[in-house]
């Protein structure tokens, strides 16, 4: 399993990060993030439209499901689930 982390400069004094999975889809052509507490789930054609997707969308998630605070997010990428549906 490899960690990929990503986080705002804003938002280096706040609470711990919410943890997103993602794992790559080859079947579908396509990356998956998923968060069950924020919750969030999206998907995108390369691991980068995807963080950046989730950063895009986040923040709105957040506001709706009443999370306050700062948001953190540290992504973790699941090599060995990619291994294994390839």
Same mark, same amino acid.
């Given at each position: /399993?490899?960690?990929?982390?990503?986080?705002? &400069?804003?938002? /280096?004094?706040? $609470?711990? &990060? +919410?943890i997103v999975q993602v794992i790559?889809? &080859?079947? %579908? #052509?396509?990356? !998956?993030?998923? =968060?069950?507490?924020? $919750? *969030?789930?999206?998907? %995108?054609?390369?691991?980068e439209e995807l963080i950046e997707? *989730?950063?895009?969308? %986040? $923040?709105? !998630?957040?506001?709706? =499901?009443?999370? #306050? #605070? *700062?948001? @953190?997010? @540290? +992504? *973790?990428?699941?090599?060995?689930?990619? %291994?294994? =549906? #390839?």
């Amino acid at each position: /399993m490899s960690a990929y982390a990503t986080s705002r &400069p804003e938002s /280096m004094a706040s $609470p711990a &990060p +919410f943890i997103v999975q993602v794992i790559h889809d &080859p079947q %579908a #052509g396509c990356w !998956i993030a998923t =968060n069950d507490e924020l $919750p *969030v789930a999206t998907e %995108a054609a390369t691991l980068e439209e995807l963080i950046e997707r *989730v950063w895009k969308i %986040a $923040p709105e !998630i957040a506001e709706l =499901n009443q999370i #306050g #605070g *700062v948001l @953190r997010l @540290r +992504f *973790v990428v699941d090599t060995e689930a990619a %291994a294994r =549906n #390839g």
